[in-house]
């Protein structure tokens, strides 16, 4: 069966400091891989999503980027974090690019920039 | 703009008590709907979708779900409401791409 792992699950970062969030999917190849971020306990916003890779796409201007070294490995990074980067992170994936999929989601990571 | 919209920040039942969360949506065509259920500082689960064909969708934990073309709905409904069922329910729907535009969330609270 197929599982998405996500680390940090909390961390605390002060302002100006480099962020590194991984997650990983394991017992599927070639999966769609998604990054969310959930702000204020309700809204959730598509961040980044790939198909492949080195194939990333941004869904909205930001402070972070993301990057898949491996086919399922999925990593969201920021050089320098702003007080507004905090928020609970979401990686999530889901089996290739056809319509109708379910996407899975990762237990989340949890950064507070202070 | 096309989106799902959840007009209930909030719903209260009796545990026992039938439980509706409601959904409507604003989408061209075809829409592929979803259902999430988050539990505090977890992730989302998946709960059911529809996809095409029957109207009424049945997913995890006895929840279920009617699609309703003509009132552009999309209600998650389960018979007997648990104390467990608490959480924060999110409908969605399908862009292109696979990607998924949330709602904003209802939070269900079943009390005894």
């Known amino acids: 069966s197929q599982t998405i792992h996500q680390w940090p699950a909390t961390l605390v970062q002060p302002v100006g400091s480099p962020l590194s969030l991984e997650c990983t999917v394991e017992g599927t190849s070639n999966p769609n891989l998604y990054w969310y971020r959930q702000a204020a306990g309700r809204g959730l916003q598509l961040l980044f999503y790939s198909i492949g890779i080195g194939q990333i796409s941004s869904e909205v201007p930001q402070n972070l980027s993301a990057s898949r070294p491996q086919d399922r490995q999925f990593i969201l990074s920021s050089k320098k974090l702003l007080l507004s980067d905090s928020g609970f992170y979401l990686c999530?994936?889901?089996?290739?690019?056809?319509?109708?999929?379910?996407?899975?989601f990762g237990e989340g990571s949890w950064l507070t920039v202070v | 703009a096309q989106s799902v919209a959840q007009p209930e920040d909030q719903v209260n039942v009796a545990e026992g008590n039938p439980l509706t969360v409601k959904c409507t949506y604003s989408v061209s065509g075809n829409p592929y709907l979803f259902w999430y259920v988050q539990y505090p500082n977890r992730g989302l689960q998946f709960l059911l979708k529809?996809?095409?064909?029957?109207?009424l969708v049945k997913g995890s934990y006895g929840f279920e779900a009617e699609f309703n073309k003509s009132q552009t709905s999309f209600h998650l409904k389960k018979p007997s409401a648990l104390v467990s069922d608490s959480a924060l329910y999110f409908c969605?729907?399908?862009?292109?791409?696979?990607?998924?535009?949330f709602g904003t969330g209802t939070q269900l609270k079943v009390e005894l």
């Open positions: 999530a994936w889901s089996a290739g690019s056809g319509m109708g999929n379910t996407i899975y």
């Open positions: 529809y996809i095409t064909g029957d109207n």
């Open positions: 969605a729907w399908e862009g292109g791409g696979n990607k998924l535009t």
